[in-house]
């Protein structure tokens, strides 16, 4: 109990002590069948311990491959995390001896990654992006995210405006519409066309299963379906299960079988939470804004899951535009060879976004 309230990465400790305790009695317990306990006791906690450090190291030499400077992400009780307000942030990821990306992200004073400023007249409305990473731009610079592109490629004729930030997903989009800081942004203007990037990566974070942005806003069905803010994903636990989950996730292994492993496969309530926030997200925007319309740009991720989201989305009568579908030769980018920062990193690079912005100047934005 003591590891586990005061250590920060206590359970290769606690296999360490249950080792010794094990191995000391298989060496003096003369009864057969207790001692054969006790060795099998030991070689279980000597492979959970070993697979602990083992999956602990792992997260450190990933953790040593991102390096940002500049400023440091603080706590926002309706986001989970976002940068500070007028910020430039060095950002550089390496692989190996290699340098995937060096770059620089700029955040404006509502602490969102900058896109050009609009002529004093935008003659054809405001174009809002919501999403994760693959919105904002994580490994770009500036003028290479998709809001950027869109807005250059339009010759300046919308506003544009990105919410997206990395690690968020439709839960953050969400929780900014209903708390007012899509309305603080915007101001006296009125959103012509939100497009919400989405990855099937996004359901898995808005039902919490993922080990960042505990911080982040929660929901839950309510009794009429719709999808209800009731707090955020760190929020104290209420039962003894919650208490236990949240001293298991101080481990590595179980950090590894919940997130990495359980991201793989959704269940349909998970699914179905996913679509109802989509869906609650555009009812607002639409009822906010009258007139505008939200589009999904989907990306996909090589299984059949963009295509369960298109189809339930499709059933609320939302657009989806599969990137797969816009982009030639979108198999090379499941390959690692296309369209991504590098083979290990799946941001899309800036030929992808420039590619992507033509899209939907010629087809979504009219």
């Known amino acids: 109990m003591a590891a586990l309230k005061h250590v920060a990465y206590p359970f290769g400790w606690i296999a360490a002590c249950w080792l010794a305790c094990f191995t000391y009695c298989a060496l003096h317990i003369r009864t057969t069948a207790l001692r054969l306990i006790c060795v099998n006791g030991a070689i279980f906690t000597l492979a959970i311990g070993l697979w602990e450090v083992i999956l ?84 770009l610079n500036d003028d290479a995210t998709l809001p950027y592109q869109v807005s250059a490629a339009s010759g300046g004729s919308y506003r544009v405006i990105n919410f997206a930030g990395g690690g968020y997903g439709p839960h953050q989009m ?11 942004v915007v101001g006296r203007d009125s959103i012509t066309y939100a497009v919400y990037e989405a990855i099937p990566g996004h359901i898995a974070r808005a039902v919490g299963r993922v080990p960042f942005h505990k911080h982040a806003p929660r929901y839950r069905l309510a009794s009429d379906g719709r999808a209800q803010f009731v707090g955020r994903f760190d929020d104290p636990p209420t039962s003894r299960l919650g208490w236990l989950r949240l001293k298991l996730e101080k481990s590595a292994l179980f950090r590894f079988l919940v997130y990495d492993r359980q991201r793989a496969w959704v269940s349909d309530a998970d699914l179905h939470l996913y679509l109802m926030i989509v869906r609650r ?39 989806v535009h599969r990137v797969p579908d816009i982009l030639p030769d979108f198999e090379d980018y499941l390959r690692g060879s296309k369209y991504r920062l590098s083979r290990t990193d799946a941001h899309p690079d800036s030929v992808a976004n420039a590619l992507l912005a033509r899209y939907l100047i010629a087809n979504v934005l009219h």
Not at 174 to 184: F, N
């Open 174 to 184: 969400l929780s900014a519409l209903e708390h007012g800081l899509v309305d603080k």
């Open 281 to 319: 997200s555009r009812d607002l925007l639409v009822a906010r804004y009258p007139g505008a319309r939200f589009e999904v740009l989907l990306w996909g991720d090589g299984s059949d899951m963009d295509q369960r989201i298109a189809d339930g989305l499709g059933g609320f009568r939302i657009p």
């Open 56 to 139: 602990h190291y792992r997260e450190s030499v990933i953790r040593r491959t991102h390096l940002s400077e500049g400023a440091v992400a603080v706590k926002d009780d309706w986001l989970g995390w976002a940068p500070p307000p007028s910020t430039v942030i060095h950002a550089r990821r390496t692989a190996g001896d290699s340098v995937v990306f060096d770059v620089r992200y700029t955040n404006d004073s509502f602490r969102l990654r900058v896109v050009p400023p609009p002529p004093r007249w935008h003659s054809k409305g405001t174009v809002a992006f919501f999403g994760c990473s693959f919105a904002y731009g994580a490994g």
